[in-house]
């Protein structure tokens, strides 16, 4: 009886490794191919018809996570089958993956962020428990990228970070060749996007550095040319940065071969994109228009583009205004409004989902946990109804002190009438403490007059230097009437102008109404948003989205 069992046993046993044997097989014939190549179907629908006859779920699961790959028309197809076929295996961690698979579809060929980011989410509830580190740091790598399009670099730096270190450390352990070029995949993507979030920080000494590992890194072979892609592109930017133009258009050539390959159209604009600005401030402006028409190009084709690219249209509105053609110029403001609805569309949605179901989802199921604990669960309650207490008090307080403030702030506003009144001109005054010649100091109030009147405050990275530049005068000469025909240094005097131009356009203006504050802080003159608001705050008062409500509250009454 006994050495009936052990037959039995050794049988089944024999027969399992044969049907992994089997599966291996086939995955071994196809995986040679590159991505989006069809002719691996011949082996995948054996892959998967095998599968299914023998119920293996899980296989069946791994099929249609490699059709998703091989295909080029139906991946949200195959990645719907992933997920029905991982549920009736049962195991979370299958579910989980297959929900980010779909996320990843999402992202990277649709660049449909808010389908994304729902896959994602979902894919967290499942892996949150989950011993698969692998799958958990690849969701994780993902809502690091949601975050950095949103414009949180700080804290999807972090993610990033924790990222690399992970993938890192598993691509050298002895593992499966699968497994190991996965976590090399992961490790050189969480590479590129921690080099995104640096540029965007202007912290340049790090892309510098991550760039030379990266080029370290990568393998010189056909499975990681997109890598090699990512990297040139942000190489490009580098190049860029360090206004190298000729070596940056040779970098974007570069990577635009790759990029096109896998029909990565988001970095695809974003490459034409720079590419216009270097031919631009090397003087060749016809090139680029081309490269800025690329750019809407793909945006009529997509419907998506990034926030960082919105500049791209003022390129061309301010071309076109130029070479006195008001039909482009009206069809170029028209697309600059299709586009802003675009980004706020989805900065709304984002910003919303990924803090109100990332953040607080532990929080959820912890207390959901919790439900068979009565006195846990009342106690629980009574610190709420505590906390929504001092929390409707102190917002109360907090709605009446912003109210006082948008009042002064409509005396100020009322007071100032910048919007229709025009720039006063700066006149010499033999009382005030500039030792220069008299002629010198004539000349520069001319010119600060007129740079007002220009508004030429509203341009980005504008300095001292710059400015001194534009007046042919040295900082020293320019500081010094600055500081005291203006009452203030020069970073003050800018910013006051911006603040106070970006109040009367919010005031009068309803399309500024409908912007959201990076926009605002952009149009204004302001590198990011954080910034904006809190010099806002500073001048004001009140900040710019507690202003934006009041204002438009005021006029819905008025009403």
Known sequence: MIKRILTLCLCFFTSFLFAQDIYSGLRNKYWGFEENDERA?????????????????????????????FSKDFKIKYADSAVSAAKLSGKNDLIGDAYNSKGAIYYFNHRKFQFALNEYLTADEYLKDSKNELSKYQNIYHIGVVKSYLGYYDEALVIFKQCISYFETNAKRVLHVNTIYNNKKGYLNSLHQAIICYQALGKNNEVKRLLKLAEASTPKSKDFNLEYSYFKKSSGVADFTRKDYSQAINDFNASLPGLIKVNDFTWVSYVYFYKGKCFTNQGKLELGVENYKKVDSIFNKHQFILPELRSNYEELINYYKKQNSPENELYYTNQLLKVDSVISSDFKYLSTRIYKDHELLEAKENLEKTNSFGIALLIIFGVIIILLGLLVFYRNRKQKQIQQKYNELLVKIDHDKLPDQVVESLIFDENKNVKLDQNIVEKLLKDITAFEANEGFLERGLSLKKMAEYFKTNTSYLSQVINEYKGSNFSTYINVLRINYATQKIYHDKEWRKYSIEHVASASGFSNRQSFSNIFLEINGIRPVDFIKKRIKELESID
């Open 41 to 69: 179907f011949v082996y995948i629908n054996q892959y998967i018809n095998k599968a299914k006859s023998e119920k293996n779920y899980s296989e069946l699961f791994q099929a249609y996570k490699d059709a998703i790959l």
